[in-house]
């Protein structure tokens, strides 16, 4: 079994030391879903939420989520992200939207966490701006899709 990196010798958490490693190029894919009653579904297709354009407002909060993601989760190092993309691809047959962010940098530790954490909170948003009329969404399959760089390669996810 290989040994737990976020805990020191002593049994104590730790941040990993990243300063040995080469910086390459990085990149994670990760993806989520919110399902909603058709009503709501609808309103968002069509402008139609009070608090605004809620894809939109998604994808800001998902960005700066990437971006925060050190601050929120506790050993996760501060990375100088290149570049978020959020997108956005509604499912009608299900009154889903389902969210892809893709995040890339040029490093020494990768980026799964910050593309997790951008599909969550716009998740989130979504949900924050359309409760008081859909209180019954669900927010599930955040799940890592993809990640290329560093010393362990590339990974795909092998469901679809």
């Known amino acids: 079994m290989s040994r737990?990196?976020?805990?020191?010798s002593d049994g104590h958490v730790r941040m990993v030391?990243?300063?040995g490693k080469e910086p390459t190029s990085r990149q994670a894919i990760a993806k989520g879903r919110i399902t909603?009653?058709?009503e709501s579904f609808?309103?968002?297709?069509?402008?139609?939420?009070?608090?605004?354009?809620?894809?939109?407002t998604a994808r800001i909060a998902g960005v700066m989520a990437a971006k925060k993601t050190a601050d929120l989760i506790p050993m996760c190092h501060p990375l100088a992200i290149a570049h978020v993309q959020i997108d956005f691809f509604p499912k009608p047959e299900s009154n889903a939207i389902e969210i892809a962010c893709?995040?890339?940098?040029?490093g020494r530790t990768g980026v799964e966490m910050e593309a997790l954490t951008a599909v969550s909170v716009a998740a989130l948003t979504i949900?924050?701006?359309?409760?008081?009329?859909?209180?019954?969404m669900v927010i599930s399959d955040i799940r890592l899709m993809e990640k290329s760089g560093g010393k362990s390669g590339t990974y795909k996810r092998k469901d679809p």
């Open 4 to 8: 737990l990196t976020h805990i020191d």
């Open 17 to 19: 030391d990243v300063t």
């Open 36 to 38: 909603m009653t058709p």
């Open 42 to 56: 609808a309103r968002i297709r069509e402008g139609r939420i009070a608090k605004g354009n809620v894809l939109e």
């Open 102 to 106: 893709s995040v890339r940098l040029v």
């Open 127 to 136: 949900y924050d701006m359309c409760k008081a009329t859909d209180r019954e």
